[in-house]
C-alpha cells in the first residue's frame, strides 16, 4: 500500500472513530433529556427511603414534558405535553418554586384539591388520620461504635402505597400545622424525615409545588456512598460504597 493510502486510510479511521463519538454523545443527550437523568442526595430529608451519598436515575417521561426536562429550563413551550398526573406516594424531582432552578426530591402528598394537615405528628388528607404503624428503628453508624438509632414508622395511604418515615422530634416545628387546600394543577411535597425536611408545609421555602415544575419520578438507585465520601474517590469504593442499596428500586 502506498504512503497515499496509508494516509486515507488512516483518516478514515479517524473519522470513523469521531463519527462514533458523535453519535454516543448525541443518545447520551436524547437519554438524559427525554427518559433519564442522574441525580445524587444531597440532604437528609428523604431518609430512611434515600440516603445522603445516594444516586439514582429519575424518568423524565412519567409526567409528560415541560420546560423544565430540559436543560437551562428552556422556555420551549408553556405547561406540560403528553401530561400524566403523579400518584400519591410517588417519589417526584421538582423545580423548587420560589426560584424554578433548585432541584428538590420529595414524595407526593397532597393531590389537586386536597386538604392536608399534620396533627400531633400523624398525616392527616381530606379529614382522615394516615395509617402509622410503629417499626423497628432506623440505625445510621454514628462515631467511632456507637450507632445512631431513630425512630421509624409505616405510613400506608388511602390508595395502598406504605414508606417509612422518621419521627425525630416529639411536636416537632412541622407536627402542628394548618390546613393546607392544594390548588388546580399544584401538589404538595413531604419528605420522609418529617423533622429534617423543608417542604411544603412551611410554604415561604417551598409551598405548594405547580404540575409544569416537575422534573421526573425517581426509579432506581444506581449508586450509593458513604457520605462523606464521593463518587469519584474510585479508591474508597472497597469500603464506603453500600453495595446493598445498587439498583434498589425507590418506593
Same mark, same amino acid.
Given at each position: 500500500?502506498?504512503?497515499? +493510502?496509508?494516509?486515507?486510510?488512516s483518516?478514515?479511521? &479517524? ?59 428552556? =422556555?420551549? #413551550? ?11 406516594g $410517588? ?8 426560584d ?7 414524595r ?17 388528607? @381530606?379529614?382522615? +388520620?394516615? $395509617? ?14 456507637? &450507632? ?10 388511602? @390508595? ?9 422530634? @416529639?411536636?416537632?416545628?412541622?407536627d ?10 399544584h ?5 420522609? =424525615?418529617?423533622?429534617?425536611?423543608? $417542604?411544603?408545609?412551611f ?9 409544569? &415544575? ?7 438507585? #444506581?449508586?450509593?456512598? $458513604? ?8 479508591w ?5 460504597v ?10
Amino acid at each position: 500500500m502506498s504512503v497515499d +493510502a496509508d494516509k486515507m486510510a488512516s483518516k478514515g479511521s &479517524n473519522w470513523e472513530t469521531v463519527r462514533v463519538v458523535i453519535h454516543a454523545l448525541i443518545l447520551a443527550l436524547i437519554v438524559r433529556v427525554f427518559l433519564f437523568q442522574p441525580f445524587n442526595i444531597p440532604s437528609g430529608s428523604m431518609i430512611p427511603t434515600l440516603l445522603v451519598g445516594d444516586y439514582l436515575f429519575v424518568s423524565k417521561y412519567s409526567y409528560g414534558y415541560s420546560r423544565y426536562s430540559f436543560p437551562f429550563g428552556l =422556555n420551549l #413551550f408553556s405547561g406540560r405535553v403528553w401530561a400524566a398526573e403523579p400518584k400519591r406516594g $410517588d417519589v417526584v424531582v421538582f423545580k423548587l418554586p420560589r426560584d424554578n432552578e433548585t432541584d428538590y426530591i420529595k414524595r407526593v402528598i397532597g393531590l389537586p384539591g386536597d386538604e392536608i394537615q399534620m396533627i400531633h405528628g400523624v398525616l392527616h388528607i @381530606n379529614g382522615n +388520620a394516615v $395509617d402509622k404503624a410503629k417499626v423497628d428503628d432506623f440505625v445510621m453508624p454514628g462515631l467511632g461504635t456507637r &450507632n445512631r438509632h431513630f425512630t421509624r414508622y409505616m405510613e400506608t395511604l388511602s @390508595n395502598g402505597v406504605s414508606y417509612p418515615v422518621l419521627d425525630l422530634v @416529639n411536636e416537632g416545628v412541622g407536627d402542628n400545622t394548618e390546613v393546607y387546600k392544594v390548588p388546580e394543577e399544584h401538589f404538595f411535597m413531604m419528605g420522609d =424525615n418529617r423533622d429534617n425536611s423543608t $417542604d411544603s408545609r412551611f410554604l415561604s421555602e417551598v409551598g405548594f409545588v405547580p404540575f409544569e &415544575n416537575l422534573v421526573g419520578k425517581a426509579q432506581v438507585i #444506581f449508586f450509593s456512598i $458513604d457520605d462523606d465520601a464521593s463518587f469519584w474517590q474510585v479508591w474508597r469504593w472497597p469500603t464506603d460504597v453500600r453495595w446493598d442499596r445498587i439498583f434498589k428500586v425507590v418506593n
